[in-house]
């Protein structure tokens, strides 16, 4: 059964910092891309980061652009979002995904976490 399992959300102060993970498991994600996909309450779910099978290729939501950074470990079926420098409006539900397209699409991933809640306060 594949399984994407995120971990790290909670609640923070803005300006703060949070590390998002996610681990996949139950079949071989060799070549598929993976991101980083946030739903704030009332709206629809938005790209965050992705990042390609090699890591050499990522892309970014403009709004957390030289905050976030997205990376990969292969050798452990992991992926990370590391989230600096934290608005309020970035509270949301993070939803780990995977795919065989690198795409800033959400339909191009066919594999996702259940999500967890980022909350930042002001």
């Known amino acids: 059964q594949v399984q994407l399992v995120e971990s790290g959300g909670g609640l923070v102060q803005a300006g703060g910092s949070l590390r998002l993970s996610c681990a996949a498991s139950?079949?071989?994600?060799?070549?598929?891309?993976m991101g980083w996909f946030r739903q704030p309450p009332g709206k629809e779910r938005e790209l965050v980061a992705a990042i390609s099978w090699s890591g050499g290729s990522t892309t970014y939501a403009d709004s957390v652009k030289g905050r976030f950074t997205i990376s990969r470990d292969n050798a452990k079926n992991t992926e990370s979002l590391q989230m600096n420098s934290l608005k309020p409006e970035d509270t949301a539900v993070y939803y780990c995904?995977?795919?065989?397209?690198?795409?800033?699409?959400?339909?191009?991933?066919?594999?996702w976490g259940r999500g967890t809640q980022v909350t930042v306060s002001s």
């Open positions: 139950g079949r071989s994600f060799t070549g598929y891309a």
């Open positions: 995904a995977a795919g065989p397209y690198y795409s800033r699409n959400d339909y191009r991933y066919n594999y």
